[in-house]
């Protein structure tokens, strides 16, 4: 699909944090004490006093140039189109018309998510793409000694990356206070979120972090024997 002046219209794209995620539900019964989180501080805002210079790069977030206001309508139609191809893409006699639906194509077959139920909630978890993955990479500190700590480090951040709701809640509006219009893109408006989830998670028992790994293979496991299945049909 090519991508014409009225395609760009700003207009004609409307961007909510809604836009960025769903979630499904299930039960089990709560081990844990309901009072227990009580005197657990928001660990996203413990930095809550920032610098003349921080509360500055904060505000030129919120000033974007048309330029970024263009690339962000161009990155908006090709996540429209991909949502389109994933729509189709259990339709077997559905064919891309050019190489580019093609990658789109691959792209929505890619797209997998499931809700499990662990600790007394539910929790969606959602196969990783590639992006993803090498963002998790780059999130990996460099000084840590062993390639088994960067091993860890890297399981690790592939939980936080793939959990999108909590009990039916998206993690996007989980952080009411993290706001899409102070970020020029989405990917950085998203890896905030994230971001605030990590230091949550950080902060769990290590078997907590173990068991959501162990559901989250088994859901890239299931979407990868999908995509073999298409690779050799």
Partial sequence: ??????????????????????????????????????????????????????????????????????????????????????????????????????????IAHGEYQETVNLFGHKWTLRALDQRDLLLAAEMVKDDLSSSTARMSSLIFLQVVFSLEAIDGVSIYDCFKDIKPIDYKKREEYSLAVKSALKKYLEHVPPQVINAFYEEYKRIEDTRNKALDNLKNS
């Fill in 1 to 106: 699909m090519e991508l014409s002046k009225q395609n760009l219209n700003p207009d004609n794209v409307g961007l909510s944090p809604n836009d960025f995620i769903t979630g499904n539900q299930g039960q089990q019964p709560n081990p844990f004490q309901k009072t227990a989180s009580t005197n657990i501080p928001d660990l996203h805002k413990v930095d809550i006093n920032s610098t003349p210079q921080a509360r500055q790069e904060l505000l030129k977030k919120t000033e974007m140039s048309t330029a970024s206001l263009k690339q962000e309508i161009i990155d908006e139609k090709i996540t429209q189109d991909i949502n389109a191809a994933r729509a189709t893409s259990l339709d077997q006699t559905s064919f891309p018309d050019s190489p580019r639906d093609i990658l789109k194509q691959l």
